[in-house]
Every structure is written in structure tokens, then in C-alpha cells.
């Protein structure tokens, strides 16, 4: 068998082609799935971060201040109960400062449910006293509630039941993105287990000559698992770059494109839809998950395959 | 060698394929495996290649009884044994080469340990020109050599080659049974299943005949 065969010089050869072939329709279409639902899975995950994050952002802003309201009275001075009610808020532990609103600045509150025909000077309303908080810790505010009942008509709203509701709508809805961003995971999984069955079957000749050339099948399982393994990644990788570019453009479409004051009211609600560098990691984290996903799924799907076979 | 005890097949609840089949085959012979189509021939390869197990009887191989091996064992035991078939099976996507190192590689051996023997043995079977051709554009006779090779490359103790000049004309069908027959006189013991008699006029190896489910041998 050596006639010959040393001497002859051989072109140094390409790296050799994967023993389960990469390219074909059935891989294409599985690809594109993957690509489908992991850019389903990134916005879900992407909305579930933008609204965790402004829900904490709004209660975070709403627990730093608390607001004394002081009814109009006959025969009370409201400029001096609102003197009253300043001093003694800035008498009060854990209490950074405080401020009485402008009778304008009280009417223009008013301005966005009455309308700006109203003519709002003929009303007696009541005015309010806008209290920050210093340091949360500090704060004594049974101590605070007990002194503002010296003030004629005043009461104190710790806006506690605001961010109550507010918490229990953010918490609804994250727990709802993610019930939906399992399910499309589950979806992920479904549409590999056929699309892998779909595969062997359709490679059952492979499998075969595999088998009687001597391979074991945890070999085939792997050479199966390699080939779903980089159509999850590629699948995966193209899902979460559609969904950052899709996050990209809808921040430049509200901050640009709507009108100043429609994009000023979506930034209040989801913050510029600024996802920030942990929701980008996020996302991007979703990509392996999913391809560890079709990866792990191909290989128990054809493990059972060949099991059946064998 | 390989030793048949009182061994019998059929599938399921229908009649006996094979029965009563007593012989042994020695190490480094070379047999012919006749009889007409439908005799079970196809059927006592598979059971030499341990891919289907006796109804009845023992397969003792390489001094191991086969009834009871299962998983690796079963597996390190079929790796003893190449396989030709009819149809080549070939992997269309694997170039020559690529299709002949195949069992090499399954067992996670390192291109730049086999390039060389995988050439030698190319060359040897004529393919050395051929060796990036895919299977498509190798003639039927080339790709019985490459189905050759493969079954020959990681050297088993028994070649087994099921109807391999069934696809070749007649002239391609002599030089290939001419290159089994090199194999075997380099140490390989070989079993062919084929019915063509005529073409086993002009050799001289003794014939194991399948017949109403027996099997008689005849030097």
C-alpha cells in the first residue's frame, strides 16, 4: 500500500465540513423561528426592564416628598397656616425643606383637568405645602402628622397609597412579561423538538452510516447538537440585534419624531425608553440562553431518537 | 474466530430466515456468501455485523459471546468489523477523503495523525486523484473503492461487503473482487454476499451456500 504514496507532495487541505451538513431549507427555516422569537423574547424582556425601571424611578420620586394640603377656612389666615405649616414641616427630623406652592402655581395644577377657559381666580381652593425629605431614616412622621393637626384645615398626604398601586401595576405587568417571555421560550422549545425531529428524520441516512462506521451516539448526538448550536447563536444573535435596534429607533422616533409634548409624557412614563447598560446585557443575555435552549433541546430529542433506533 | 452455534432468525411470528447455522469462520479466510435472492444473505450479515441479534442460538466473535453485549461493549466489538454495501453509502456533503477518514474521526482521532494514512490508502485504491471529489461526481466503480477504503481504514479484523459489485459492470466488478482478495492476502479475513456465480468461476475461495435457511460451505 506504500507505492508511491509517500513521496507525493498534497495540497495542505481546508478545515473538514462539519459530518451533519450545516446549510439546508429545514435549517434555514428553523433559523429565521429562532430569530422570530428571540426578538420577541428581547422586547418582551426590554419591556418588562423599561417598566421595572420606571415604576422604581416613579416611586422612588413620589417616596422623597410628601405634601401638606390646607383647606380654605372662613376666618383662618391661609398665609399664615401655610407659614405655620412650613416651619413646622422644617421643625421635623429627616425633613430636608420645605415650600409652600404659589397660589399660581396651585391653580396651574388644577389647569390640566379644568381647562384653561376656567377662570380659576373666583375659586377658593385649597392650597399646598410641598415637603422633601432629607433622609428617609430620619424621618419621624408620626411626629409631623401629630403637629400639622395645629394647623386649622390641614392634612398630610405621605402619597403612600399611590405608590402602592403603582407598585402593584409595575409588579402585575413584570410578572406578566415574563409569563410571556416563558411561554415564547417554551414556544422556542417546541418549535426545535419538531424542527430536530424534522431534521433526523430527514438525516437518517447519516445517522446510519454513522452507526455502522463505528460512531457511538453520544458522537452523533454531539455532531447534532454542534449543528442547532450554531443555528441558535446565528438565529439568537440576529432575534436580539433586531430587538437592541428596535429599542434604538423607537427612542429616536419618540425623542424626535412626536411632538414635544407626547414625547415629554412618554419619557415621564418609561424614561426616554433608556434601557440602560443592564437591560442591553439583558437582552444580549438572552441570546445564548436561547441557543443553549435549541442546543440542549436537539440533543435530548435526537438522544431519544437514536435510542429508539439502536 | 467467529463461531455460529445452532444459531436461527425470523422476524416476529413469521417463518425462520436462517436456521441451524453451524460453521466457523477462521481468521483471515476469505468467503463467498451465496444463494438467491431472498435466501437471508442480507440477514446473516447483519447478524455478523451484530446488528441484528439470533432469535436462537450464540455468535461467539473474537472469543466473546454476542448474545448479551449491549452499549460500548457492543459498540468496540462492531468496530472490529467493516461493512461494504451495495449502494456505497457514501456521505454526498464529505469529499473522498473526508467520507474515507470518517471512522477515524468518529473515534476523535486528529486529522494530521491519519492525512497520511488515509492518502497511502487512497492511492492504494486508485482514488489518489480524486480524494476532494464529493460522491456525485465519482463514477459507481470509484465509489465502491471509497466505500472500500472506508471500511478498510481503521484496519477491523473482518470485512464484511454486502453485494459490493451489485452497482460496477462486469470488468470493475473482477478489479474489485481482485482488490478484496489483496485485502485478505494482506490479513483481512473477508466475507462477500453476492449471486453472482459467474464472476466467482474465476476465484478460488470457498463459498458458503444459503439455502431454505441453511447454510452449507463448499471449499
Redesign the interface.
Known amino acids: 500500500?506504500?507505492?508511491?504514496?509517500?513521496s507525493?507532495q498534497?495540497p495542505s487541505?481546508r478545515a473538514?465540513?462539519p459530518?451533519v451538513?450545516g446549510a439546508s431549507v429545514a435549517g434555514r427555516t428553523l433559523m429565521l423561528l429562532i430569530a422570530i422569537m428571540t426578538f420577541l423574547s428581547c422586547v418582551t424582556l426590554g419591556a418588562v426592564v423599561l417598566i421595572q425601571k420606571s415604576a422604581l424611578g416613579w416611586s422612588a420620586e413620589v417616596g422623597r416628598e410628601l405634601t401638606i394640603q390646607i383647606r380654605p377656612m372662613d376666618g383662618e389666615d391661609m398665609k399664615a397656616n401655610l407659614r405655620t405649616a412650613v416651619a413646622l414641616a422644617e421643625a421635623t427630623p429627616g425633613i430636608g425643606r420645605a415650600h409652600a406652592l404659589t397660589d399660581e402655581e396651585s391653580r396651574a395644577l388644577l389647569q390640566p383637568w379644568l381647562g384653561s377657559d376656567v377662570d380659576l381666580t373666583a375659586l377658593d381652593i385649597p392650597r399646598l405645602v410641598v415637603v422633601e425629605i432629607a433622609d428617609p431614616r430620619d424621618l419621624d412622621l408620626s411626629m409631623l402628622e401629630k403637629s400639622i393637626t395645629t394647623v386649622p384645615g390641614a392634612s398630610l398626604d405621605t402619597h403612600a397609597a399611590w405608590r402602592q398601586e403603582l407598585n402593584v401595576m409595575a409588579g402585575t405587568m413584570v410578572v406578566s412579561g415574563l409569563l410571556v417571555l416563558a411561554l415564547i421560550l417554551v414556544a422556542t422549545i417546541l418549535a426545535v423538538i419538531f424542527a430536530t425531529r424534522g431534521t433526523m428524520a430527514s438525516s437518517r441516512?447519516?445517522v446510519?452510516?454513522?452507526h455502522?462506521?463505528?460512531?457511538?451516539n453520544a458522537?452523533i448526538a454531539g455532531e447534532f447538537q454542534h449543528r442547532f448550536l450554531r443555528i441558535g447563536l446565528t438565529g439568537g444573535l440576529i432575534g436580539g440585534l433586531a430587538a437592541l435596534a428596535f429599542f434604538l429607533a423607537t427612542g429616536a422616533i419618540v425623542s424626535t419624531v412626536l411632538p414635544a409634548r407626547s414625547s415629554a409624557q412618554i419619557a415621564v412614563l418609561f424614561g426616554g425608553f433608556a434601557l440602560g447598560i443592564d437591560g442591553v446585557i439583558g437582552i444580549l443575555a438572552v441570546v445564548p440562553v436561547v441557543a443553549g435552549l435549541t442546543a440542549l433541546t436537539s440533543r435530548l430529542t435526537v438522544g431519544r431518537f437514536l435510542s429508539q433506533i439502536s | 474466530m467467529i463461531e455460529f452455534s445452532d444459531v436461527g432468525l425470523h422476524y416476529g411470528d413469521g417463518p425462520d430466515i436462517l436456521k441451524n447455522l453451524n460453521f466457523t469462520i477462521e481468521h483471515g479466510s476469505f468467503h463467498f456468501l451465496t444463494g438467491p435472492s431472498g435466501s437471508g444473505k442480507t440477514s446473516l450479515l447483519r447478524l455478523l455485523?451484530l446488528?441484528l441479534k439470533p432469535t436462537r442460538g450464540h455468535i461467539d466473535m473474537f472469543g466473546t459471546d454476542t448474545t448479551s453485549l449491549r452499549g460500548?461493549r457492543l459498540?468496540d466489538m462492531?468496530?472490529r468489523i467493516g461493512?461494504v454495501f451495495q449502494d456505497f453509502?457514501?456521505?454526498d456533503?464529505?469529499?473522498t477523503?473526508?467520507n474515507v477518514?470518517?471512522?477515524l474521526?468518529?473515534?476523535g482521532e486528529r486529522?494530521e495523525n491519519y492525512?497520511?494514512n488515509v492518502?497511502?490508502?487512497l492511492?492504494?485504491v486508485g482514488l489518489?486523484e480524486r480524494?476532494e471529489a464529493r460522491p456525485e461526481l465519482l463514477s459507481g466503480g470509484e465509489k465502491q473503492r471509497a466505500a472500500i477504503a472506508?471500511a478498510v481504514i481503521?484496519k477491523p479484523d473482518i470485512l464484511l461487503a454486502d453485494e459490493p459489485t451489485g452497482n460496477v459492470d462486469p470488468l470493475l466488478a473482477e478489479r474489485l473482487l481482485h482488490l478484496f482478495a489483496e485485502l485478505n492476502r494482506?490479513g483481512t479475513t473477508i466475507v462477500i454476499a453476492t449471486h453472482e456465480l459467474a464472476m466467482l468461476d474465476k476465484f478460488s475461495f470457498p463459498r458458503m451456500r444459503l439455502a431454505d435457511a441453511e447454510v452449507t460451505i463448499h471449499d
Open positions: 500500500m506504500t507505492d508511491g504514496a509517500e507525493r498534497r487541505r473538514p465540513a459530518v451538513p441516512e447519516i446510519d452510516v454513522l455502522f462506521i463505528g460512531a457511538a458522537y | 455485523f446488528s460500548e459498540l462492531r468496530r461493512i453509502r457514501l456521505l456533503h464529505l469529499t477523503f473526508e477518514a470518517l471512522p474521526r468518529v473515534l486529522e492525512r497520511a492518502e497511502e490508502l492511492d492504494w489518489g480524494m472506508r481503521s494482506m
